[in-house]
């Protein structure tokens, strides 16, 4: 039987080298049906990993992601944004400043706005892009079957930091773009009060880096970004284009 480890992470050693690389993207529904075309960016300058990816749906929605992680003496992220625009115009924002502590959130289609003080624990909380560098910086740490504690930023849509649980599930076949891929499954998990699971949902995400080394991002599985969303993945490899109209993605920064 595996054995299983609990125990309280207070930061994450920057194990992962991490360099400038560019991919078309794939974004999906949970039955695997294209509904968008994307594309991923990261660069490193000064010792801080970039990250941006922009998603081009056919109806006129993008959505743009932005996260900058710095790598040493440990992994450690430093901001967060993400927006959705319809037509040009916004519809939904959210943000992080984890060095000032400083969320907000903004749902346009809603009338809403949050601003919050969050408290960040440098090295163990992390949102949105930032975890895929997290769960790649865990995977030295973590055999099959043993699991850490993180803290998220999530967007409810009010900005609160919750308590998360990355397990390592091991070994498992992705199935993308017509092949099948030896991939290495993470599932992160959200741990909600007893009391509050009355009237929270809060879905588990999943990601899976390649079944070999250096880790590399194979796919992501989980909302589009607040708990009530939609269910959707990422794959490294796109499938058919979902005709998503202006697929110019993000510039490199140098």
Known sequence: MLTVLTCLLLAIPSNVHEGDAQAFTGVT??????????????????????????????????????????????????????????????????????????????????????????????????????FLTAVKALRTQLAVGQHMELEAVAMTPKPRV?????????PAEVRMAGRTIEGDKYTIH???????????????QHVWLMNSHPSAFLRFEGPLAEPDDPIIRIDLIPGPSASAQGRSGPRPHR
Do not use: N
């Open 29 to 130: 529904d949970a039955q695997g049906a294209p509904i968008a075309d994307s594309r991923y960016s990261q660069w490193v300058t000064g010792g801080l990993l970039h990250v941006e990816s922009r998603s081009d749906f056919p109806d006129g929605r993008t959505i743009v992601e932005r996260a900058t992680l710095r790598l040493h003496p440990q992994l450690a992220q430093e901001s967060w944004d993400w927006t959705l625009k319809q037509g040009g115009k916004l519809v939904r924002m959210y943000a992080v400043d984890f060095k000032t502590g400083k969320a907000e959130s903004m749902r346009v289609d809603q009338g809403k706005q949050w601003k919050e003080d969050v408290t960040i624990h440098p090295g163990k909380t992390f949102a949105g892009a930032g």
């Open 162 to 170: 919750a308590t998360v649980t990355v397990t390592r599930d091991g």
């Open 190 to 204: 959200p741990e909600i009060p007893a009391i509050a699971k009355l009237f929270v949902k809060a879905p588990d």
